[in-house]
Nanobody
Framework: VQLQASGGGSVQPGDSLTLSCSAP????????VGWFAQFPGKGRTYVAG????GIKDSKDSRFAISVDGAEDTVKLQMKNLKPEDTAVYYC????????????????WGQGTLVTVSS
């Protein structure tokens, strides 16, 4: 599975941002996709995950994950961003959502940097 993350950027506190993770040509495969954040000097932390059937969860109520089946894309809508949300965000795929939760990842996409500062 080739994953391509995009949508990062520099925003101010309180702003919103939507990250996208595309997996071209893989809509027929059944797997789960998750977003992870790597904060400066730290390891990757689970943020949200979803299956292509729409089963999902998120660690933060400000972040909503969704699937666009027509575009083979998983989006992470981030609202009311705070400076502590500054991180490199990675999307990743695994066989099940449980595997995503456990960090048992099959494929990682490249990261996209989100910087929140005033």
């Amino acid at each position: 599975v080739q994953l391509q993350a995009s949508g990062g950027g520099s925003v101010q506190p309180g702003d919103s941002l939507t990250l996208s993770c595309s997996a071209p040509g893989r809509v027929s495969e059944r797997y789960a996709v998750g977003w992870f954040a790597q904060f400066p000097g730290k390891g990757r932390t689970y943020v949200a995950g979803i299956t292509w059937h729409g089963i999902k969860d998120s660690k933060d109520s400000r972040f909503a994950i969704s699937v666009d089946g027509a575009e083979d894309t998983v989006k992470l809508q981030m609202k009311n961003l705070k400076p502590e949300d500054t991180a490199v965000y990675y999307c990743a795929s695994a066989k099940t959502l449980g595997d995503v939760h456990e960090g048992s990842i099959d494929h990682w996409g490249q990261g996209t940097l989100v910087t929140v500062s005033s």
